[in-house]
C-alpha cells in the first residue's frame, strides 16, 4: 500500500459531503472498502463535493478585492461614527492617571546624582562592599517629580510651591520608614583597630533644585567664597567644595526638607537670590574646551586637587593624588533648553521651564520580623508593593492635581 491509501468509508465522506451517501447507510458500508490509489480517491472526493456557493470563506476566496474593500468601508463607516459621537462630547477612548506613583530609577540618573557624583570626585565616598549588607543604602526606586511652566518657572511663587509639596512628602510620618539611608563610617587608620562598624544617619537628602537655593549648598556660587583662583585646581578648593552641602551626608546636607528637623530651613527664595543661581549655573561649562565664546561664559569649571583620604585623615598629611573639576550639578534638576549651547553659534538661554526632583526609596528594607528583604525572588516585588502602596496612598491626590490644585491663583 505504499502509493494507495484506503477510502475513508461512509461515515467520513458523508461528513465531507460526498454525494450518494446517506447517514443511514453509514454503519452498513463500513465493510465496503476497497483499496484506491491516491489519484483515484482525490478524484472522487474533488467530483463528489459539494461546493457551497454561498459560503462566506467561498465568496471571499473567489473575489478577494471586493471583500476587502468591503472590509475596509465598514471601517471607514465605523470611524465616521466614532467622530461625529466625540464631536457631541461622547467619550470614544479614555486614559487613566490612576497609577502608583513611584519610579524604577533609571542608572543613567543614578550616575548623575550630586551627592553621589560629588563623593566619588572627592574620593570620599565608602567602599560598596562594606555597605552591601546596610539597611536601605540602595537607590533601587525613587519617586521622580516633574515641574513644568512654559512661561519660567524660577519665580518665588512658583518655588514656593514646590517647596510646599516635597515638605509634605519629606516631612510624612512614615517617611523615614522608606528613604534610603546615609551611612558614616570611621577610618580605620591602625591595622589592629577592630572591624569598622556603621552607623546610619538619616535620610539621604532628596534632588531638588531648592537645595541649589541654599547658599551653603554649592558655596562658589557665591563669588565672595569662591576663593582667589577658582578655575585653577587647589587643595584650597577642595576645601571650599567640601564646605559645600552638595559634598556633605546625613542630616548636615540638608537645605530643607530634612526629615530630622523640620525647621530646619536655609532656603533664600528672593527673587535676586533666584537669578543669582541661575547665572551661575547658566553660565557654567563643565570643561574648557565646551565652553563657548568668552563673553557667553563668565564661568570655567571650579577645579581642586584630589587627595589621599587616608593619609589626610589618620596622619594630617596632605597627599595630592590628581587634578578635578566639578562638573555642572544643576543639569540634574533643569531641562535641556536651559543654558549655553555650545558651538560657533553659542547662545545662552536663562529661561528655565522645566525642574526635575527625586526622592529615592531604599532598599534592602527590613521585614517585620527584623530581617533584611533579599534582593531577589519575591522579597523584590514584596518590597516593590510596600513602597508604591505608600507613595500611592499618601501622595497620589497631590500629584495627580498639580501644586496649583484648589488654589484660586495656581500659576503665580
Not at 101 to 119: G, P
Not at 205 to 214: E, N, P, R
Not at 276 to 286: F, L, Q, T
Request: hydrophobic share 35%.
Amino acid at each position: 500500500m505504499a502509493d494507495t491509501e484506503m477510502a475513508r468509508g461512509s461515515k467520513e465522506n458523508a461528513k465531507y459531503g460526498v454525494k450518494g451517501y446517506k447517514a443511514e447507510d453509514a454503519e452498513a458500508n463500513l465493510d465496503d472498502v476497497r483499496v484506491l490509489s491516491n489519484a483515484e480517491y482525490h478524484k472522487i472526493v474533488k467530483e463528489n463535493v459539494v461546493e457551497t456557493e454561498d459560503g462566506y470563506f467561498h465568496r471571499i476566496e473567489k473575489y478577494p478585492a471586493t471583500s476587502c474593500c468591503c472590509g475596509f468601508s465598514c471601517f471607514g463607516v465605523l470611524l465616521i461614527v466614532m467622530l461625529v459621537l466625540a464631536a457631541g462630547g461622547v467619550t470614544i477612548i479614555s486614559f487613566s492617571t490612576d497609577v502608583p506613583m513611584y519610579l524604577r530609577d533609571h542608572r543613567s540618573y543614578w550616575a548623575q546624582t550630586a551627592v553621589a557624583e560629588a563623593m566619588d570626585v572627592a574620593n570620599a565616598g565608602l567602599a560598596d562592599d562594606a555597605l552591601a549588607d546596610q539597611e536601605r543604602v540602595d537607590n533601587e526606586y525613587s519617586l521622580e517629580i516633574i515641574y513644568i511652566k512654559d512661561s519660567g518657572i524660577m519665580t518665588t511663587g512658583s518655588l514656593e510651591r514646590i517647596k510646599e509639596l516635597e515638605e509634605k512628602i519629606a516631612f510624612h510620618e512614615d517617611y523615614p520608614d522608606y528613604c534610603t539611608l546615609d551611612w558614616n563610617a570611621s577610618t580605620q587608620c591602625d591595622a589592629d583597630d577592630p572591624p569598622v562598624s556603621y552607623s546610619d544617619v538619616g535620610c539621604h537628602v532628596h534632588v531638588s533644585a531648592l537645595q541649589y537655593m541654599d547658599p551653603d549648598f554649592w558655596v562658589p556660587t557665591d563669588p565672595a567664597r569662591e576663593g582667589s583662583d577658582p578655575t585653577t585646581a587647589s587643595t584650597a578648593n577642595r576645601a571650599i567644595a567640601q564646605s559645600s552641602k552638595l559634598w556633605m551626608t546625613g542630616p548636615d546636607a540638608f537645605g530643607f526638607a530634612n526629615p530630622a528637623n523640620q525647621t530646619q530651613d536655609f532656603l533664600d527664595l528672593t527673587q535676586s537670590n533666584i537669578d543669582a543661581v541661575v547665572n551661575y549655573w547658566g553660565r557654567y561649562c563643565y570643561q574648557a574646551y565646551q565652553c563657548p565664546p568668552d563673553g557667553l561664559s563668565d564661568r570655567s569649571p571650579f577645579a581642586f586637587n584630589l587627595v589621599n583620604e587616608t593619609a589626610d585623615e589618620c596622619f594630617d598629611v596632605t597627599q595630592v593624588t590628581g587634578e578635578s573639576t566639578a562638573p555642572n550639578y544643576f543639569w540634574q534638576v533643569s531641562d535641556s533648553d536651559f543654558g549655553l549651547a555650545y558651538g560657533s553659534n553659542a547662545t545662552w538661554n536663562p529661561t528655565l521651564r522645566a525642574l526635575r526632583s527625586e526622592f529615592y526609596m531604599g532598599t534592602p528594607r527590613r521585614k517585620d520580623n527584623g530581617e533584611l528583604y533579599e534582593e531577589e525572588g519575591d522579597d523584590i516585588a514584596k518590597q516593590e508593593e510596600e513602597i508604591g502602596e505608600f507613595l500611592f496612598n499618601n501622595f497620589q491626590d497631590d500629584l495627580a492635581s498639580g501644586i496649583g490644585g484648589g488654589n484660586p491663583n495656581p500659576n503665580p
